[in-house]
Structures are given as C-alpha cells and as structure tokens.
T-cell receptor, first 118, second 115 residues
C-alpha cells in the first residue's frame, strides 16, 4: 500500500466547498483510477487515466473532475461538494505490461480517503 | 452489460473451519474475474484472478477460487480460516470485450472468523 498514497486520509467539509483529493504512486504505472466506496454498493469507478494525456469518465463522473499532473499523480476534485458525496475514495494504479496477451492488469489500491460532506 | 453479485453481506465462521465467500457474475462475453480483500483502514489488496485455463485458481494467503462457467460463479475458498482472515472481500468482473478501465465490483462480503 505504501506504493500508492492518498492525501488527506480523512476530510470533513461543508456543502458547496471545493475539495481536492490527491493520489501519488511510486510504482511507475501508467494507468490510474479513482473509485468511491459506499456501504452495500461496492466500488464504483469515477474516472480513469491510461496516461498523462488520456483521461476517461467512469460510471459516476458527474460532480467530479480529475487532473493527471504527471505519471505519478492523479487528483480528484469535487467542484461543489454535496452530502451524497460522503464516501470512502480510493485511488488505484495498474500496469498492463505486467501481464501477457490480453489479460487485464491487476489494480493496486491506495489506503483511501474518508470524505464527509456536511 | 456486466454485473457481479455477492449474495451474503456477512459470513461467520469459526477458526479452523472452511471458509467460502460466494460470487456470481453476468457478462455478455467471457469474463475476467478477481477477488480483493480489504482490511480495516486499508485499501483493497489483490488476492487472485481468473483469466483462462484451469478453473481452480490459487492466490495469496492460502485462498483459492473456483470458476464455474455453467453456474456463472467464482466462489472464494480457504480450507482452514484464521482470525486474521476477518475482512471485507470483494469480487470483481470485467467483460473481455470492454475497455480496460471498466471493472464491476460486487457490494462486498464481510467475513468474521471467531476464535
């Protein structure tokens, strides 16, 4: 887990505030992902990036934006936080070169950021 | 469309007994299947994956999973559970035909192993 770090680990904010969650990795992976975890819903993909110039929306991107500042850094922003964005947020990385053929690359997760929007 | 179901919110087992965590999936094509474990205050850790080949996949910490295409299942198993196996377990699936980023995770199953 130390290869993928997330800051802050916990954050409490108010409705309407802009929040940025940061993810850094030392694994040298090109692919990075942002998920949110809600009880009973598992993990849902917010955004993913296959390299610095490639960013894609996931299944629940509304209300979120991302920035891939470098290969090692992928930030998630909540432009105007709302209470239903209260969740546990995970960053993940992967490297397709570690697998052969068309196998999907394994994702490696950070420790998570617990965000509470009041 | 792809989906994955973990029918049990929680599984309770005594230490030393066999542990099974159930997962069923639905994809249009052939599936890639994963199991991850989440310990308290930690991120998800990869346990094992099924890509192709042998239906019995062995992974980390003594876990294994059996792919059953006819029942569209990928149950996680451990012959003898440890108290330290208490954690939240997630099954994930991806249709081979979809783009790399789109994994579908189950809701998770809490495993409680009692001494």
């Amino acid at each position: 887990d130390a290869d993928v770090t997330q800051t802050p680990r916990n954050r409490i904010t108010k409705t309407g505030k802009r929040i940025m969650l940061e993810c850094s990795q030392t694994k040298g992976h090109d692919r990075m992902y942002w998920y949110r975890q809600d009880p009973g819903l598992g993990l849902r993909l917010i955004y993913y990036s296959f390299d610095v110039k490639d960013i894609n929306k996931g299944e629940i991107s509304d209300g979120y934006s991302v920035s891939r500042q470098a290969q090692a850094k992928f930030s998630l922003s909540l432009e105007s936080a709302i209470p239903n964005q209260t969740a546990l947020y995970f960053c993940a990385t992967s490297d397709p070169s570690l697998t052969s053929g068309r196998s999907p690359d394994t994702q490696y997760f950070g420790p998570g950021t617990r965000l509470t929007v009041l | 469309a792809q989906s994955v179901a973990q029918p049990e919110d929680q599984v309770n087992v005594a230490e030393g007994n066999p542990l099974t965590v159930k997962c069923t999936y639905s994809v249009s094509g052939n599936p890639y299947l994963f199991w991850y474990v989440q310990y308290p205050n930690r991120g998800l850790q990869f346990l094992l994956k099924y890509i192709t080949g042998d239906n019995l996949v062995k992974g980390s910490y003594g876990f294994e999973a059996e792919f059953n295409k006819s029942q569209t299942s990928f149950h996680l198993k451990k012959p003898s559970a440890l108290v330290s196996d208490s954690a939240l377990y997630f099954c994930a699936v991806r249709d081979m035909r979809l783009s790399w980023g789109k994994f579908q995770f189950g809701a998770g199953t809490q495993v409680v192993v009692t001494p």
